[in-house]
């Protein structure tokens, strides 16, 4: 039985037709706490790093609970949007979920309670980020547009979405440039792609 490490991996070089469901299974992976994200880059030969599979996993955590709570939402969505705004969307939802959960955790309230604020507040992170989605979807934004359009409460955050839009860009046109568009010879391109991933790792830590 192949393993989910495996799948993602095949899921990855079947292009970008498959980055939907990449997402959905780096969801499965990361988190585990058992090596398999640093088997994940290791098996995808360092295409894609840690933080780049993080930030597909989001989005995949984000459309498992969309399609939990508002499945024809979440199918239209996916039909209508590239997973690069669930991406998007899947990073603020996910951080305020966890600042959430930790912040609730702390307070020492009863499990119980505990499980029920988790609950209520997951569902209305979850219905903000639905909103986002459909706001893309409807209007037509480009992922830029709707990383603009999200709200940002202060400096910190806006350097942290240049970070992010920077890292984007690179992955795009450098790091992922189709063969015909590198103007350089591939002795000098390995080197620059090298380059690319370490300031595109360290731009990924940049947090809000």
Known sequence: MTDDVSQAVALWHEGSDKRF????????????????????????????????????AKGGQLWVAMVMHYPSEAEYLRDELYISFW??????????????????????????????????????????????????????????????K???????????????????????SIIHAPAEYKAVDDRLYVRIARVARLFVGLLRKVKK
């Open 87 to 148: 991406n998007t969307v899947g990073r603020r939802y996910v951080s305020k979920l966890k600042a959430k959960v930790k912040e609730l955790v702390e307070s020492k309230l009863p499990q119980s309670e505990i499980e029920s604020e988790t609950s209520r507040i997951g569902k209305e992170y979850l219905d903000e980020a639905k909103h986002w989605l459909e706001e893309a979807a409807v209007n037509e934004w480009t992922v830029e547009i709707l990383r603009s």
């Open 150 to 172: 999200l709200p940002v409460n202060t400096t910190r955050a806006t350097f942290a979405n240049s970070a992010v839009k920077l890292a984007d860009d690179i992955e795009r």
């Open 21 to 56: 469901e990449f997402a959905i299974k780096c969801y499965s992976v990361v988190g585990k706490r058992d090596g398999s994200t640093a088997r994940l880059v290791r098996e995808l030969k360092n295409h894609v790093g840690v933080d780049t599979i993080e930030d597909y």
